[in-house]
């Protein structure tokens, strides 16, 4: 329906899993890739996030903008994105060039997905110290996102995770559609995300 | 339209789900709370008054005008204008024009007979799309008759007030409910009174505007204004 703009990818998943520091290791491996970027993020209770983005200079501040969820992260990304929409619509007016708009979501629970009227692509973020357990409780999120992602696999011998049982529950969970791991503090996996989100939204080769 | 069809298109569009982006609000609601200046036996009261002394004094003559001009764009534009005149504090002026464009967003994409003339002003500059004028334009244009148009308005602002209040913590969803009860013959009346001129429109809310305007410091945000 829109007008031909940037892709929207929405990124979503529990507190704490590492959607900001997903974002942050995205930005320069998707500058790299020469892809003109902006972020939206949909911070809970403060404009933390954004601040945070804003402090990294990895992106100018005016393409990293805040919406407000009013108490409700799932909300603003599904049944009524319409102030999402106007975000990335307004990123879509002031950048012409823009390729991509990543639009981090509020931390939430597994039960949460995006709107397809939103995003062209979503991926959903857990983490090892959430539990090996979460994918086999099989959350929307965590089954229809189009990319799984595994995050803080540095930490898997600390909570005592197993990664590779854990990647093969959350890829049966997901009927074979894509999972990768990572650890952004390390910046190792990033890569292979980015590939994925440009292969699946620009059209590049990966 | 018949009486059913009225209703039930008013159903649609003044529910609290349709999507106008109107849950990101609290309208100064939400400063007011940390202040401690406003507990759960007192909402009733805040409720009643904001419905009193600012949709029904201002709100509803911006929307009632353009819903009445929904088609004549140079009056819409002159409604805007003062629609953004009376919206003297800025979180809220933001919040009229972000909500605004939200909800002209979402009738674009419906197909909504008037959102794209007023839409092409926007983006052209000669508006800020503030959502009393917004929200007369679109009511005009799925076919509510302009009483219908402010209930649905009426409505949705005092509902929206108190899921924000829930939401916050202020409240209970039964407590919502009386509120909405109570505020109702209020809204009735005030809806049926004769339509001021643009010249008497007024507002009175001053603890809830100067809430409003410490939005912006507050260390706890979950809502836009
Ligand atoms: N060890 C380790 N820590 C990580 C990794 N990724 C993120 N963290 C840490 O996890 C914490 C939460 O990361 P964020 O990026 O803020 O998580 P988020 O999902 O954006 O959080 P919310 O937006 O609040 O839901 C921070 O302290 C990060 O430094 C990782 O791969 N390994
Ligand atoms: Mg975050």
């Known amino acids: ?206 | 339209m018949n009486d059913l069809s009225g209703l039930l298109t008013a159903l649609q569009f003044g529910d609290g789900q349709f999507p106008g982006g109107g849950f990101a609000f609290s309208w100064g609601l939400e400063s007011l709370i940390a202040d401690g200046q406003i507990t759960r036996t007192g909402f009733g009261g805040f409720l009643a008054g904001q419905m009193r002394h600012r949709w029904a004094k201002c709100d509803r003559v911006i929307i009632a005008h353009a819903h009445a001009a929904a088609g004549d764009l140079s009056r819409l534009l002159a409604l805007d204008d003062l629609a953004d005149a009376w919206a003297t504090v800025e979180t809220m002026r933001a919040g009229s024009r972000r909500a605004g464009l939200a909800l002209l967003g979402t009738h674009l994409r419906l197909g909504t007979p008037g959102a794209q003339p007023l839409k092409n002003a926007i983006d052209g500059g000669k508006a800020q799309g503030h959502l009393p004028v917004v929200q007369g334009v679109v009511l005009a244009g799925i076919g509510l008759d302009g009483p219908s148009a402010l209930a649905v308005s009426a409505y949705g602002m005092a509902q929206s007030f108190c899921t924000a209040a829930i939401r916050l913590g202020l409240i209970s969803h039964l407590d919502a409910q009386r509120s909405l009860a109570d505020v109702r013959p209020d809204l009735a009346r005030i809806i049926a009174e004769p339509m001021p001129d643009t010249d008497d429109i007024q507002s009175f809310t001053p603890l809830a505007d100067i809430a409003a305007m410490r939005h912006m410091d507050q260390t706890q945000r979950l809502f836009s204004n």
Not at chain 1, 3 to 14: E, L, N, T, Y
Not at chain 1, 123 to 135: R, Y
Request: aromatic share 4%.
């Open chain 1, 1 to 206: 329906m829109r007008k031909i703009g940037a892709a929207r990818i929405g990124i979503g998943g529990p507190v704490g899993s590492g959607k900001t520091a997903l974002v942050e290791r995205l930005i320069p491996a998707l500058h790299k890739r020469g892809v003109d970027l902006a972020v939206i993020t949909n911070d809970l209770v403060t404009h933390e996030d954004a601040e945070r983005l804003r402090r990294t200079n990895l992106l100018a501040p005016e393409r990293i903008l805040a919406v407000e969820a009013g108490a409700c992260p799932h909300t603003v990304i599904r049944e009524d994105p319409t102030l999402n929409m106007e975000a990335a619509d307004s990123l879509d007016r002031d950048f012409p060039d823009l390729d991509l708009i990543l639009i981090e979501s509020g931390g939430d629970n597994l039960a949460s997905t995006f709107s397809l009227d939103l995003v062209d692509y979503w991926l959903f973020v857990i983490d090892v110290a959430g539990g090996d357990d979460i994918p086999r409780k099989r959350g929307p999120g965590v089954i229809q996102s189009d990319l799984l992602v595994i995050n803080k696999v540095d930490l898997a011998p600390y909570v005592g995770v197993t990664l590779a049982p854990m990647i093969r529950e959350a890829s049966a969970a997901r009927a074979g559609r894509p999972v990768l791991c990572t650890n952004c503090r390390a910046n190792e996996g990033i890569d292979a995300v980015a590939d994925a989100l440009c292969a699946a939204v620009l059209y590049q080769a990966a």
